[in-house]
């Protein structure tokens, strides 16, 4: 049986994803920020036996919008096959969600409202007459909460019995009285004609030529009734166009349509004037985005989630380190040959171990920006920060992206989307790299901990985030002074009601996150632990010295060979290596690292036995400047791959491949000198 | 006037967008047209953005898209 095809339509804030996550308890991303859903989502499941794929489109405020992701909804909704358009509605919000309803309700396919967010109406005392919807649109309409799950089988019967249906119901929205006159006589003509079209009313026909559709105005064209519809036309549009005061249609529809959705919510909508909703969100937002406070209260929130990540961190981390120690001592005991338990245990548990170790750090970043994202303070800081971003040829919606990109540069890049002007976009994904991600944590903590005291080392790394996000803006704006010049995006956007997400949503985000870590760790990454244990130990010279051994294995080679680029910089060769290995992942510098400086160890890497090697053999200088290096070069090779789709092609990867190594050489090159100049 | 000119707590109608299609086709999803009601809810410390309450909805805009609504104030 092919499964039905249901496409989620509705404007963005409505809580698309979670009423998927409702009616499918699967894993997405759900956010309150306009563009998180940025991707088309297809999922699978079973409805009394009937399989349903899902798309869930990015939110759109209009058919006609004009960023990235709302032409990915709009080309969706008008090119593509699908069965049901579920169009979900905030019941908080009804005469901005109907104005979608009503250009949805022109596409003229199987459509049901999903009434969201019911139980938030009723709480700020809004009633809703949910059967005189229905009436007045003709659309099956259920009422349903994402949160309670009150109403989802409901609403999954009724798409199921109107896929089952053989007829569409006919589109039956009252305009105004001018319009409908013309409509009718319209209407006449094509039943006398009895010209027939896909399986459209003549009354539908009627509609689609009176406010100028071009799709369907090229489908007729060449009919010959189109000869004696013109003159008839023509009367139509001179009395409205009259009547409107304007020869625009876009306009006449627009006001048409926002009466039509005023109309439909002051039949269906009762408000207790005695609970007024606002006051909550704008309490909040008398703090949060006040004058003088907003921006400072931001960026403490910002500098506690880095103290939290660190200091909170540390705790689960010495258990895993001292497990992971534990296991390679417990597996190396049982394996007699010599090079298969160096494989094992140097390998593939000290280069795993290495990565899992930062699971908790990761954890708590993530938690935190999911916290700041269905909050519905990203849109806020938005606000505050315009002002600031666009100075540096950014735009206040770069924020988002950007602050993602503290956590991963995949779906920070993927976040670009929501900027509609290519320059924009293009100038805020050259510089999330700038942002250190999750990642690179692993390599600051490590060099953090052999080179400075615990006591500063929440303050450090909240001085190495500041100064790659700082360094990113001044990037930017070289950027868009050299290379992008052009006009700025407009900044129009909706500050949602501030929302508190369930734990739920926040495991189900974080979790979700962890998890494609640990696939990395367990895949790309052990890949890598491998093929570096391997490059480290062969080829085979004949001598007992194991240093000498690994100067001339592969990777010793290939690290001598960068050395003349990597010299002014202070590296060796073994850093060299490192930062090479880093390319396929960050995570890998820490793991070559444990395997480059535990040679000749029986146990496992030790984290403590690694930052006493590194502070033994590397000069203070050497690690600030290699420090400043990781924060600038090239991100992961996923995170690449993900670059050069969302750029528009490989060149742009090879642009920020020398765009980043000539910076991060240049300012590691000024932070080597300037160190040993001071030290 | 200008919806840029306005200050915090001020309510005007608007009366005229002059802007690009593209622009305006948001500003009226969001419901902002000719003859619609607004409330300047905040304005940003540097007067960059602007905070305005349109049924409901709070919108934020910058200064040089609000330069493109002319309003009356009200009350």
Redesign the interface.
Known sequence: MTPMKIVLAGQPNVGKSSLINAMSNSRLKVGNFSGVTVEKTQICFDHHCHAIEMIDLPGTYSINGFSTEEKVAKNYLLDKDYDVIINVIDATHLTRNLLLTLELLNLNKKMVIALNMYDEAKKEGIHIDVEQIEALTGIPTVAVSATTKEGIDELLDIIHTYYDSETRIPLNINFSDTIEEELYHITKFFEAKNFEYKDYTSREMAIKVLFENEKFYAKIHDKPIFAQLQPILLIASEKIYTYYETENINDIQTLEFHSIAHGIKSETVKRDDAKLPKQFTKKIDNILINKYLGVPIFLFFMWGLFQLTFELGAIPMDYIDAGFAWLGEVVGSTIAHEELRSLIVDGIIAGVGAVVLFLPNIIILYIGIALLETTGYMSRVAFLLDGFFHKFGLHGKSFIPLVTGFGCSVPAYMATRTLKNEKDRLITLFIIGFMSCGAKLPVYVLFIGAFFSQEVAGNVLFYIYIAGALLGLVMAKALRIFVFKGEDEPFVMEMPKYRLPTMKLIYMIVSQKAWSYLKKAGTFILAASILIWFASNYPKVDSDNLSVQLENSYLGQIGKASVPFFEPLGFDWKLSVALETGLAAKEVVVATLGILYNVGEEVTEDDDRLLAELKKQIPFATAISFIVFVMIYLPCFAASMVFAKEAGGYKYLGYLFIFTTTVAWIMSFIAYNITLALT | MKLSDLNIDQNAVVEKITCN???K???????I?KGATLFV?????????I?I?V????????M??ANSIEVTPKG
């Open positions: 299609e593209e622009l086709q948001r500003f009226y999803s969001f419901g047209f809810e905040n304005i940003s410390f540097s007067r960059n953005t905070e309450n049924e409901e909805t709070s919108i934020a805009l910058r040089e898209e």
